[in-house]
């Protein structure tokens, strides 16, 4: 059975860096927060075990510095992530939890969607990490996921990327490609209007719900928000797609997303898969670079 609604909840909260005992204990009260409100699922800033804290570039490559930050990085597998998949399954709602992923080499940032059972369905690792500044420290991620969520009234498509992911319209365009309906998008950067200009489009363009979860301010500037990827109605009359878009203070907002009208609209509407022409997109899969966007620090996959 298709589910008819979805409601997100987006945690947009501050965290207390690199304690995580105190992220666990905060993000816990934001989940339930959550679940007293109806949502089936809760969505987490960007990496929020240790906060969205990175070594500055200039430390590297201090041996001790790197240990230190490493030593923060947990698995899919360990009691970080387990504490909420125990949650998950005693809520009944899903969660979508933000890490530091220990991985061989260098760390990965990561989230892990986890069923109302508690059972982990996708675990997704940033693909376009920011190797300009930060998180040159880490691994980037090896492709993105798409996976079917049960909820109590039928399942969803969900598919993941994460905040400078989202600047690239490939992106978002492989995770509908794959039959994601809502992409949730974990977020740690000031959302102005450039940025939530850009994630509309990606909704727009791919006729596709995205939700984003963004650190409060001091942090960053809030602003988390979720479009639902409907643009005009059965009779073209354009539609604002904004479901919620916060301040820039804490707190818990819930953006339903009706599955039945997205659905219909998918089926009906010219965006999306229907009128592609990838026969003639190859220099988008080139990885040559020219001037003027010759860059020193990028990594391709080999």
């Not at 809760?42 to 490559?61: Q, R, T, V």
């Not at 059972?117 to 090896?142: I, N, S």
């Amino acid at each position: 059975m298709m589910v008819k609604t979805f409601k997100v909840a987006l945690l947009q909260m501050a965290a207390s860096g690199q304690d995580q005992t105190a992220n666990l204990a905060k993000a816990e009260a934001f989940c339930r927060r959550a679940q007293a409100m109806g949502a089936n699922l809760a969505l987490f800033p960007e990496m929020w075990n240790n906060g969205y804290d990175l070594p500055a570039p200039e430390h590297h490559g201090d041996p001790e510095v790197m240990a230190r930050w490493t030593a923060g990085a947990v698995t899919v597998d360990g009691p970080f992530v387990g504490h909420f998949a125990a949650l998950a399954r005693e809520l009944g709602m899903a969660i979508a939890v933000t890490y530091l992923e220990k991985w061989a080499g260098a760390p990965r940032n990561t989230v892990t969607v986890i069923d109302r059972h508690g059972r982990p369905v996708l675990t997704y690792a940033k693909v376009h990490t920011c190797e300009f500044g930060h998180e040159a420290a880490l691994a980037p991620g090896d492709g993105f996921r798409v996976a079917d969520l049960e909820t109590e009234t039928g399942t969803v498509k969900v598919g993941a990327m994460i905040c400078f992911d989202r600047e690239f319209p490939e992106s978002a365009r492989i995770l509908m490609l794959q039959g994601a309906e809502v992409i949730l998008v974990p977020n740690a950067c000031g959302m102005e209007i450039n940025r939530l200009t850009q994630l509309r489009s990606r909704a727009y363009e791919n006729m596709v719900g995205v939700a984003l979860a963004n650190y409060a301010a001091p942090q960053e500037n809030g602003h988390s928000v979720a479009y639902d990827g409907i643009a005009f109605s059965a009779d073209e009359r354009s539609l604002d797609m904004t479901l919620v878009e916060a301040g820039r203070g804490e707190g818990v907002y819930l953006a339903t997303f009706d599955l039945d009208a997205l659905r219909a609209y998918r089926a009906r509407e010219v965006w999306g898969n229907a009128f592609r022409r990838p026969e003639l997109y190859g220099p988008l899969t080139g990885a040559a670079v020219d001037p003027p966007f010759v860059r020193s620090r990028v990594r391709r996959s080999k």
